[in-house]
DNA sequence: GCGGTGTTGCAAGTGATTTGCATTTAACAC
DNA sequence: GTGTTAAATGCAAATCACTTGCAACACCGC
């Protein structure tokens, strides 16, 4: 596991129990954003069984502490990504198969500072995903 | 009502009944997105109480026609806004008391092209959506 | 090894959204 | 108008994602 990963959660008075390094482990081999069922189901099959409920409370730790992204995409449930080591990057999910495929670009960046402009907010995230066709769906 | 709106409820062979009318002419009267649970409170005001289920079979229609839009703010719970009349459009929320506002921009057009070329999906749409704090709250 | 705090499992609880079904109602033809 | 019929509604129950209370447990620093 990534150092910077310990050391953020030493830093947020954070243990870093088996638990816990299982689903850090599943969160870190996978490329796309997932779901809690999805790391819930990937854990039971690595012989890493556990509580839904530890599933959901550690997601929900790890994205307080910045260490996970989270990802909607309008399915009834979020989906997550670990930050680490992943450069800052949006997603298009096909609307036939449900595939999801990383987008390695961010038009937001230049927007940011018109938006501020325009509603006097102090803008601090944003989301930005698209839907579409994939080649073999469409 | 508007007339587009009743000829595509008759395009696809829907009724227009009383709860229906009720229905849109709440969601006409929104300038922001609001969630079903806001649109049956707002009825209920409005002395034309039905049941909620009413509500969200008809919101899902309405989007199903492309009559509505469905907003997600990452809150636990879709938001809805009419199509009619409106430009396309984006969302800014405030992280502090929740507050919405529109944001008439969108970046993506110009963006579509590079992102069918990258992944070979055809684009049917996006959401973009910006979080912050609104100047009250930061 | 011990103690204290953060964690987990389990079971129960929420809150949003959906569904089955009997009853009603718009829409359209006669 | 009246009848016909497909769509729509109300009501109750169900589902699904997610959260919470609490007692037992496991890290981590000393």
Redesign the interface.
């Given at each position: 596991m990534a150092d910077s990963i310990v050391d953020s959660l030493k830093a947020g008075g954070k243990k870093l129990t088996k638990p816990r390094q299982a689903i850090l482990a599943i969160l870190e081999s996978n490329a796309l954003p997932v779901t809690a069922a999805e790391v819930h189901a990937r854990l039971k099959k690595a012989h890493a069984h556990m509580d839904l409920a530890t599933v959901y409370r550690n997601l929900t730790m790890l994205q307080e502490l910045g260490l996970v992204d989270?990802v909607?995409l309008?399915e009834g449930q979020?989906r997550y990504e670990v930050r680490h080591g992943r450069e800052h990057h949006h997603h298009?999910q096909?609307?036939g198969c449900g595939r999801i495929?990383d987008?390695?670009?961010c038009?937001?960046k230049?927007?940011t500072e018109?938006?501020?402009a325009?509603?006097?907010?102090?803008?601090?995230?944003?989301?930005?995903?698209?839907?579409?066709?994939?080649?073999q769906c469409?």
């Open positions: 989270p909607g309008r979020m298009i096909c609307r495929v987008l390695m670009l038009p937001i230049k927007l018109l938006v501020e325009q509603t006097k907010f102090a803008v601090e995230g944003h989301s930005l995903e698209f839907f579409g066709w994939c080649p469409r």
